[in-house]
């Protein structure tokens, strides 16, 4: 039997998460239009760059909770992994889906709005309210997968 189209993208999404390198949590995402997966992201740091797991995490080291302090982590997110990758190889995302292995935080949230997508389909939570706030106020679908 056939997945229906979100079973089968986030699917897709959770292996992406595969590859991440982060220490405190994995992430997956894909971007699709019309059910054609444009990029792929997940979190880790720049390429060419020492990932955490050799360097160690800065953030546990320092102790900041979960969603604060962005900016001392080496690591992108999945989200904006893939925004790049689209933006790399010239693929246009204006009006797609991005199907996230976790809500995204307001960074990614920002990105989100301005690169066009209409809809995230998310499965895990992260703690950032105000990103939930933002991407509602932008018209931005968004659609917890259970």
Known sequence: MRPPWDDYFMEIAEVVKKRSTCI????????????????????????????CEQSGCLRDKLNIPSGERHELCRGLHAEQN?????????????????????????????MIINAGITRIVFKGEYPDSFSEEMLREAGILLQKYD
């Open 24 to 51: 405190r949590r994995q992430v997956g995402a894909i971007i699709v239009s019309d059910k054609r997966i444009l990029a792929s992201g997940y979190n880790g740091a720049p390429s060419g760059i020492e990932h």
């Open 82 to 110: 893939a925004i790049i990758q689209a933006a790399l190889h010239g693929a246009s995302i204006k009006g797609s889906t991005i199907y996230v292995t976790h809500m995204p935080c307001i960074i990614c949230a920002k």
